[in-house]
């Protein structure tokens, strides 16, 4: 039980550290870029981990794609990572962790609506934690952006915003490949699909995607490196502990995210949007009880 415990606390911190390893990498290379290279290397590490602690039932893998699971995973996860990368790149995170968080709520709509799961009093206080605190991180941080760009909204508040669509909609559909292609395998896969997919748009654009020199390479490998481990340790971890155990500890990473923007990167938003962070973890942990 304790084992599967501090698994789901390294699920956390390592999702904490990815976060903090995007925005490095974002800032370094640029969005785009930096998130085929993590992909790529968190494609690679995801086919090992799942070779090693997974045994995938591909016979299932015709259901999957004939429910159509795979495009709506590979192409809500493309969303959600572009705007993932291009808010950590050049926004704040104590500002885009919290509005991101809220995939959480579109994820549980999702799986009421098309799944008919059912939610506790106390998910449905988490989920009306989420909503307010990310409506409050919203609204202060459009006031606090339009006071120092003279009105206009940042882009990468719009980004965070699509990122929790996304993100929302990926988890749902995630779900679907699991039982084919395992817990982390399922991640591999969609990374494969993202690159599928968005190379092509990528080079349509011209968007400069060459690889990383020298020490530009440390965010990048960082990033998919923690992104994939936190997969890993929450699936281990749910071999000795319940998973209704193991995910409210695996959900502190926009906590985490924050704390660290807070202490180490001295950002220093209003006292409201820090509230509204306070809800939205708190009410992200509770959702995943």
Same mark, same amino acid.
């Given at each position: 039980m304790l084992a599967g415990v501090l698994l789901g606390l390294g699920a956390s911190a390592?999702? +904490?550290?990815?976060?903090?390893?995007?925005? !490095? +990498?974002?800032?370094?290379?640029?969005?785009? !870029? +930096?998130?085929?290279?993590?992909?790529?290397?968190g494609a690679g590490l995801a086919a090992l981990a799942s070779a090693a602690v997974e045994q995938p039932n591909l016979t299932l893998h015709a259901l999957a794609v004939r429910g159509g699971w795979i495009g709506v995973a590979c192409a809500s996860s493309l969303l959600a990572y572009v705007c993932m990368f291009y808010a950590f790149e050049h926004g704040r995170l104590t500002i885009a962790v919290p509005i991101m968080s809220s995939w959480a709520v579109i994820a549980a709509a999702i799986s009421l609506v098309l799944f008919h799961e059912r939610l506790g009093r106390a998910q449905l206080g988490g989920a009306a934690a989420v909503i307010a605190g990310a409506l409050v991180v919203s609204r202060y941080a459009q006031a606090e952006s339009a006071r120092a760009s003279g009105g206009s909204k940042p882009r990468w508040l719009f980004a965070a915003a699509g990122a929790a669509i996304g993100f929302g909609v990926l988890i749902p559909a995630i779900a679907r490949l699991v039982p084919a292609f395992g817990s982390i395998g399922a991640i591999g896969v969609v990374y494969v699909g993202d690159i599928v997919l968005g190379l092509p748009l990528a080079l349509a654009f011209r968007i400069a995607l060459k690889s990383p020199?020298?020490?530009?390479?440390?965010?990048?490998?960082?990033?998919?490196?923690?992104?994939t481990a936190g997969f890993v340790c929450i699936t281990v971890g749910s071999r000795f502990a319940p998973v209704a155990l193991v995910s409210p500890f695996a959900s502190l990473a926009s906590a985490l995210t924050v704390l660290y923007a807070w202490t180490l990167l001295r950002e220093r938003p209003a006292r409201a949007v820090l509230l509204g962070a306070a809800l939205v973890c708190a009410g992200v942990v509770v959702l995943a009880l």
């Open positions: 390592c999702w +904490a550290l990815a976060n903090v390893a995007i925005a !490095r +990498a974002g800032r370094s290379l640029g969005s785009l !870029r +930096a998130l085929l290279w993590a992909q790529l290397v020199a020298g020490a530009a390479w440390l965010p990048v490998l960082a990033a998919g490196l923690f992104e």
